[in-house]
């Protein structure tokens, strides 16, 4: 579920959209989700809704064996 609908705010679908477009790329990269859950307890989510984007790319970038597999762009994108 996207982190708006989370927050009690109101359904925006392109917002939604969008953000379900980043997961299936990052997928589609690395044949795995970027988080377990849309939920504030996991905790590669609550990186991302706490735009703290640095130390979410940093984890996933320990996942690869250390290797930041990601460009610029695509965590732009993403």
Known sequence: MAPEIHMGKA???KQV???AFGIILFIALTQRPPFSEANIDDPHYRLLIGKREDMFWAAHA????????YSKEFKNLF
């Open 11 to 13: 359904y925006d679908g």
């Open 17 to 19: 959209d969008i953000l």
């Open 62 to 69: 320990e996942a690869e064996g250390g290797e930041d597999i």
